[in-house]
């Protein structure tokens, strides 16, 4: 995967045409390392969104990820689901899911008054003895 956004940035960037383009700037900072696998399509017609857990990781880092849970997002009324993966196999620490749950939420909040129907359905956690 392609980490775009640093844990701790306001900034979205995206890599496109060979180089970075600012899409926008977050009124939250992201909580978490976030990117994407490249050459997939997830649902929105866009490659597959990823968030990783961990140490802050710089913008254009590539990395193999383990996925741990699945975080069910609706933007701007198409589905946008993001995976929640890990560096090292484990699964996600209470806290962890707790946080992702409220940043979800409150950042889905943020985009609703700005107008973009916008929705945090859950996450849902993929076990090993799940088949996930």
């Not at 640093?6 to 900072?29: M, Q, T």
């Not at 990823?50 to 699945?70: D, F, N, Q, S």
């Not at 620490?93 to 889905?108: D, I, P």
Request: aromatic share 12%; with cysteine; charged share 25%.
């Amino acid at each position: 995967m392609l980490i775009e956004i640093p844990a701790g940035s306001f900034v979205k960037r995206s890599w496109r045409d060979g180089r970075w383009h600012v899409d926008f700037f977050s009124p939250l900072p992201s909580l978490f390392n976030y990117g994407h696998v490249p050459a997939t399509r997830a649902e929105d017609g866009m490659p597959q969104d990823v968030v990783v857990m961990g140490r802050r990781l710089a913008a254009g880092t590539r990395l193999g990820v383990h996925p741990v849970a699945r975080i069910r997002f609706t933007d701007q009324g198409v589905r946008d689901d993001k995976i929640v993966a890990v560096v090292v196999p484990r699964p996600l620490r209470g806290w962890e899911t707790w946080l992702l749950r409220l940043f979800f939420q409150v950042y889905a909040a943020f985009k609703r008054l700005r107008g973009s129907p916008c929705s945090f359905e859950g996450l849902v956690e993929e076990r090993p003895d799940q088949g996930g």
